[in-house]
């Protein structure tokens, strides 16, 4: 075996990208589930990959589909409408405003995101209906699971991190701190309070079947 070799499989080893487990807590230390989390390049050489398949946020039984979608910035959503009845989804967040009035199926074509930020989303005829599309500058994301955790697979450096949750009293920003990412886990708590969501009961009968 040459040593070009050795030294250039010991260069890949030491680049290559190893799962970071990351555990997201409120201020009572329990674990926070639905936190979306990412990390950017401090030097800002980290960008979000591109994608040509469209992400989608689904109505279904009167509600958005995920909840919350977390995206690459430039990425296109599909709002594919799973009822039978007709849905009229809307944005009037300053990350993206749209409109898609009143339709069955699929609209004709996907959304394109171009801008970072929260996307909040609502449906004109269903006012129970609340979901986020959350726009990132980074291909490293993620929504934390009922354990308040996330696996993210960044190379081991310097990152900055960022959390987002719904319950946050102003939901158009962030937390964000500087980190170094080893093989260690990551335990981050949240510095500010969580609104709790208010669950609204779904009206079965409408006007638009």
């Given at each position: 075996?040459?040593k070009l070799?050795?030294?250039?499989?010991?260069?890949?080893?030491?680049?290559k990208?190893?799962?970071?487990t990351?555990?997201?807590n409120?201020?009572?230390?329990?674990?926070l589930a639905?936190?979306v989390?990412w990390?950017?390049a401090?030097?800002n050489?980290?960008?979000?990959?591109?994608?040509?398949?469209?992400?989608?946020?689904t109505?279904k039984?009167?509600?958005?589909?995920p909840?919350?979608?977390?995206v690459?910035q430039?990425a296109q959503?599909?709002?594919?409408?799973?009822?039978s009845?007709?849905h009229?989804?809307?944005s009037?967040?300053?990350?993206?405003?749209?409109?898609?009035?009143?339709?069955?199926e699929?609209?004709q074509?996907p959304?394109?995101?171009?801008?970072t930020?929260?996307?909040?989303?609502?449906?004109?005829i269903h006012?129970?209906?609340?979901?986020?599309?959350?726009?990132?500058?980074?291909?490293?994301y993620?929504?934390?699971n009922?354990?308040?955790?996330?696996?993210?697979?960044p190379?081991?450096g310097?990152?900055?991190f960022?959390?987002?949750h719904?319950?946050f009293?102003?939901?158009?920003?962030?937390?964000s701190?500087?980190?170094?990412?080893?093989?260690?886990?990551?335990?981050?708590?949240?510095?500010?309070?969580?609104?709790?969501r208010?669950?609204i009961?779904?009206?079965?009968?409408?006007?638009?079947?």
């Open positions: 075996m040459s070799f050795i030294a250039t499989l010991f260069i890949f080893m030491m680049n990208s190893h799962a970071v990351i555990t997201i409120d201020q009572n230390q329990q674990p639905n936190a989390v990390l950017t401090t030097d050489t980290l960008q979000a990959l591109p994608t040509d398949s469209p992400f989608t946020m109505q039984e009167r509600q958005f589909t909840h919350i979608l977390v690459p430039n959503v599909e709002f594919p409408n799973a009822d009845i007709m009229h989804v809307y009037f967040s300053s990350a993206k405003s749209f409109e898609l009035k009143l339709y069955r699929q609209p074509a959304i394109r995101f171009e801008q930020g929260v996307v909040e989303l609502g449906c004109n006012d129970w209906m609340l979901g986020y599309i959350v726009v990132v500058d980074s291909p490293f993620g929504v934390t009922n354990q308040g955790q996330i696996e993210l697979t190379d081991h310097e990152f900055k960022n959390v987002w719904e319950g009293s102003d939901i158009s920003q962030t937390e701190k500087t980190i170094t990412l080893s093989s260690a886990a990551i335990v981050y708590q949240i510095g500010q309070s969580i609104v709790p208010i669950t009961g779904v009206d079965e009968f409408d006007d638009y079947e």
